[in-house]
């Protein structure tokens, strides 16, 4: 061991060493240990890990003089660094921030390197500790002298190449709904609500080109910034005092990084949704109608639906089925024999699905009953009331699932609302719970996660899933994942491939975009844009669909909209493409299961050689032997860029050698470009569905 002041002089190098069994991603002991080493000069303490057969091995230094930082490198080259005022804290009746400033001390004992540094307030120090094992190290951080409030660390985007993961994004140019940059650090991302409570989908873990990543052990809410302002930082933000808990991964490659992630939050132990559901499209009404709709026109619906050969394997009826929010029963003028329309929808061949939440509005008569018996969630800043949230559709409280009276009483509506009319499954909508509310006595906020996907487990959520997230619970419960409503413009259709590709990589493999078309309340789409989006769904794992080609309402005229049969058959192509591909998805699926991989992944998860790859944003692989490469513009031609290998163009029946990129790729609108990697597990199955006939 040693400690030092501040005055370091002229020391010299020393190195201790200590033993230790390192751990793969998964938590098994490798057979050869690697040994840290810990060497100290007048300018720098450095940690050192070796590599091993299955880790690359990693060193972290730490400047002696001047400002504290943390410099995470892999074979001399720099692949995470901390930026300046890297370890910050808020405290103090006027709670501005505050950061480390010098090293000064440190320690190695037992497996830990310890620093402490003095901050920029007077009669406070921070006190971090490195736990290192053969592929990451663990960074715990406090600050000892003072009460805090919020804790802070922030890097360096640049010294790591590309940033991915966090999952949805909030940016200043429309995200989650119309942007989604892919990388991270190409747009600008500002999310001070990030945590488990937020209705995105995000998880507190990142990971870069230069295959580290960086994992915030954390339940409460985060504020987190990528690139802010273009200030070029990851800002990193915990709402709480206490320990700042992280670890840092360094791998060869970024999937090997996703990998170590996936050893901490689990991979899915089953998939929700049936191989018929992963087969067919899934309708529902919502961009259909929104809440303009009826038994009439529900009807009318899914009859064209049938007509018109748009397969499918559900109908759902979507918001604004019932009498008020929360009383579980129907409108009786706009639905006067809702078990008759439930009996046709199951004539024409589709199962029939209701839209439910647990949100309950404050004029429904079920409001005054839950809040009597005490099923609501409590008031954050009163607990001796009920939480009240604004939502868009009124004002309302939250039954309490911590409270096992409360979720006994919300599934007896159901039953009785699903035996009573035929109801197949459901789709939960809304959070589990929001930050205004208080958590149950002995649960905490990431609890109601875990709550949510119990209860959503007990039914059919027929391919529509939920969005529950942030921990073990979501991760290895094997939920469907729906994205953010989306716009209905080009723009939404590209966020939503870039979104697919952030959620599915930060361990959500059963990822489907927003409804084909989009849904935020907006004009409908064009006809280009219906049949480039279902033509893009259709080499995902799964097609939600609500928006018929056989025309929608406008919701914001109330008319009709008429496409022309070509948009029809097109997306009827589409539907039938992703039919046959059925059989290679759901090996897919049965894959993810054994080992947590992703299904559909960016080109460089599976070619991490490929530099090109790393900002390719309308590109993908379905597995490990398509490449799909649809047309996401208006243009009738793009580049395609194909890594390393043997491919298959299934256009043009010829096979092409990469790496190569075709450039002018003519995409009229009935072409839809797609590779097979003629070398990659699948690929039998991937000609028999795509080969042309």
Known sequence: MRI????????????????FLPSTAHGTPVSAPAVPTVSASSTQVSLHVPPTHTSPGYSVTVPTTGQLTLTTSRSGRTVLATAADALR????????????????????????????????????????????????????????????????????????????????TSTPSGGPYTDQPWPLDAGQVEQPDFGPAS??????????????????????????????????????????????????????????????????????????????????????????????????????YATALHDKGLGGHTVQLDDKWESNYGNMTFDPKAYPDPKSMSDQIHVLGYDFGLWVTLWINLDSTNYQYAADHDYLLHDAADPTKPCTVTWWNGTAG?????????????????????????????????????????????????????????????????????????????????????????????????????????????GYPFVETDMIGGSDGQPPPTKEVLVRWAQSASYMALMYASTSPAGPTDVTTRQEVSYDEQTVALYREAIARHERLAPYIWDQVRRTLRTGDPIVRPLFFDFPQDRASYTITDEWMLGPAILAAPNLTGSAARDIHLPAGTWYDTVRSTTVRGPVTLKSYATPLTVTPAFVNLRARGADKALAALRRQ
């Open 199 to 300: 209705y995105q989908m995000v998880d507190p873990f990142w990971y870069t080109e230069s295959s580290a990543g960086l994992y915030v052990d954390t339940g409460d809410t985060m504020d987190v910034s990528l690139n802010a302002g273009q200030d070029g930082l990851g800002r990193f933000g915990v709402d709480s005092g206490g320990t700042y808990k992280a670890t840092v991964f360094v791998e060869s490659t970024p999937r090997a990084v996703y990998d170590d992630y996936i050893g901490i939050v689990g991979k899915p132990r089953q998939s929700d949704a049936t191989y018929e559901q992963f087969e067919k499209p899934l309708w529902n009404s919502w961009a259909q109608f929104y809440t303009g709709v009826d038994q009439e026109k529900l009807l009318a």
């Open 4 to 19: 030092f002041s501040r005055n370091f002089g002229c020391l010299l190098a020393t190195a201790l060493t200590v033993a």
């Open 398 to 506: 939250i039954v309490d699932l911590g409270n096992p009276a409360a979720k006994t009483w919300y599934q007896g509506n159901l039953k009785t609302l699903m035996d009573s009319y035929g109801v197949d499954g459901l789709k939960f909508d809304t959070r589990f719970f929001d930050d205004h509310c208080a958590p149950r006595a002995g649960h905490t906020r990431t609890d109601y996660q875990r709550l949510g996907s119990q209860l959503a487990d007990s039914y059919d959520l027929q391919g529509a899933g939920i969005r529950v997230h942030w921990g073990s619970a979501a991760h290895q419960a094997g939920f469907v994942v729906r994205q953010m409503d989306k716009g209905t413009g080009w723009n939404s259709l590209r966020a939503s491939v870039s979104q697919n590709l952030a959620l599915s990589t930060i």
């Open 89 to 168: 804290f808020r405290s103090g009746p006027d709670d501005t921030w505050q950061h480390a400033t010098a090293l000064t001390g440190w320690s190695w004992r037992t497996g830990v390197l310890t620093l402490t540094a003095e901050t920029t307030l007077t009669g406070t120090e921070i006190e971090a500790r490195l736990i290192p094992t053969a592929d990451r190290y663990q960074l715990d951080w406090e600050v000892r002298g003072v009460e805090t409030t919020e804790l802070g660390l922030d890097y360096d985007l640049s010294r790591s190449g590309h940033w991915y993961g966090h999952g949805e």
